[in-house]
């Protein structure tokens, strides 16, 4: 049986996403949902993408409804309330994400990134300024360029996917 919390501490803590779960005792929740935040405010940060910004705002409005609900539950509707993971790592099938082959080019691709903005930081003073700002901001551009031709990839398969799916409808419709 979890204990009502004050509603004014509660309010604060909805403030920072996560808190307010942890502070009412679902720790696996509201640590589910601050480690969410921070993870997608690290990747916006170091990819140099800001509009990935928007998920993480999308997560701190959830997190502050959810605990704003949470204060207004009835003692009994919070004792139902389920301590459990917002992602769930027992049903994922990992030989078959081990085995494609995207998300291993996906990894090295980011790895390689990584490394080369490492090493052109610690080699800019032996290129001259003018090729420095151009490999610079090249490097930078990478991590755009490469989400923006994957989102279009996606774009392009979930359209074949449903086209092959309706001519295949169509293809059994027609037989009977």
Same mark, same amino acid.
């Given at each position: /049986?979890?204990?009502?919390?004050?509603? =004014?501490?509660?309010?604060?803590?909805?403030?920072?996403?996560?808190?307010?779960?942890?502070?009412?005792?679902? /720790?696996?929740? $509201?640590?589910?949902?601050?480690?969410?935040?921070?993870?997608?405010?690290?990747?916006?940060?170091?990819?140099?993408?800001?509009?990935?910004?928007?998920?993480?705002?999308?997560?701190?409005?959830?997190?502050?409804?959810?605990?704003?609900? /949470?204060?207004?539950?009835?003692?009994?509707?919070?004792?139902?309330?389920? !301590?459990?993971?917002? =992602?769930?790592?027992?049903?994922?099938?990992?030989?078959?994400?081990?085995?494609?082959? =995207?998300?291993?080019?996906?990894?090295?691709?980011?790895?390689?990134?990584?490394?080369? !903005?490492?090493?052109? !930081?610690?080699? $800019?003073?032996?290129?001259?300024?003018?090729?420095?700002?151009?490999?610079?901001?090249?490097?930078? /551009?990478?991590?755009?360029?490469?989400?923006?031709?994957?989102?279009?990839?996606?774009?392009?398969?979930?359209?074949?996917?449903?086209?092959?799916?309706?001519? !295949?409808?169509?293809?059994?419709?027609?037989?009977?």
């Amino acid at each position: /049986m979890k204990k009502k919390k004050n509603k =004014v501490w509660t309010f604060i803590f909805s403030l920072i996403p996560g808190c307010a779960e942890m502070y009412w005792g679902l /720790m696996k929740q $509201g640590f589910s949902l601050l480690a969410l935040f921070l993870g997608i405010c690290f990747v916006s940060v170091i990819t140099v993408i800001g509009p990935l910004m928007i998920f993480a705002l999308l997560v701190w409005f959830y997190s502050f409804f959810h605990a704003r609900n /949470m204060a207004y539950m009835s003692q009994e509707e919070l004792d139902h309330e389920e !301590d459990r993971y917002l =992602v769930r790592l027992t049903g994922i099938e990992w030989e078959r994400i081990r085995g494609n082959k =995207v998300v291993s080019w996906i990894f090295i691709i980011f790895g390689a990134w990584l490394l080369m !903005d490492a090493l052109w !930081d610690f080699s $800019g003073s032996i290129f001259p300024d003018r090729i420095n700002w151009a490999v610079s901001r090249a490097i930078d /551009m990478i991590p755009r360029f490469v989400i923006g031709c994957g989102v279009i990839w996606i774009g392009v398969t979930l359209i074949r996917g449903r086209k092959e799916k309706l001519e !295949d409808a169509a293809g059994s419709a027609e037989k009977r």
